[in-house]
């Protein structure tokens, strides 16, 4: 009867202790480890637009959702990157026949470390000598649009690069940028800056001069 008593009167104080323990997370706001413990969910894709670009980011997807709105924010897993595609559009009134995009990943704030970014190639890059070996079959015309996919070889890669730098496990947030362009005349686009090819060195890609912007009509709508 005794050890009955005191196992009743064990029971009782955890049932009080647990009791209090609710009641001081209700007063101080506080939430309940698991949801406590538990990673945030919403994630952003954004664009860094330049003055005038020749190719636009229209959109975005992944494995599991078929259309991600750019800028606005959404509800998705940590491995959200998996299968990420981007979905361009030929804003210039010439044949796109390489390009890449840039998905730049910055830090929390408070933290002062550089962000990191990572290439999304469409085709090799203009400015390179392998430039010379794209497929001429894969390009964007005028006015049409494309799908830029990270390979899942290239997500793997891109999940260990950014734990080598010490970033997060759940990412919330990628930039897309248009890093460069390359077009069937030889001419390309860098970072907000036109290139033609230099005469005196017609077939080398990498030997390109700087020139001032085209017009804004030479883009489908004009200025964006």
Known sequence: MKTKSSLVRILWSLAYISVAAAGLRVATGAPPPALRDSPQRDRTVVRKPWSLEPVRV????NKKKGKIEIGKSFDDDVDWLDGFTVTVVNNHNKTITAMSIDMVFRRDPG??????????P???????PEYHQRDPNRVIKAGESADIQISPENYKL???????LEFPLNI???ELVIAAV???DGTAF???AFYVQDPNNPNDPTKKIPVSQPAAANYQGGQR
């Open 58 to 61: 229209v959109g975005a997807k």
């Open 190 to 192: 860098y970072r907000g």
């Open 122 to 128: 469409f085709g090799p890059d203009p400015f390179s």
């Open 182 to 184: 390359g077009f069937e």
């Open 158 to 164: 891109l999940t260990g690069f950014l734990k080598q």
């Open 111 to 120: 933290d002062s470390r550089r962000s990191a970014s990572w290439t999304l």
């Open 172 to 174: 919330r947030q990628v």
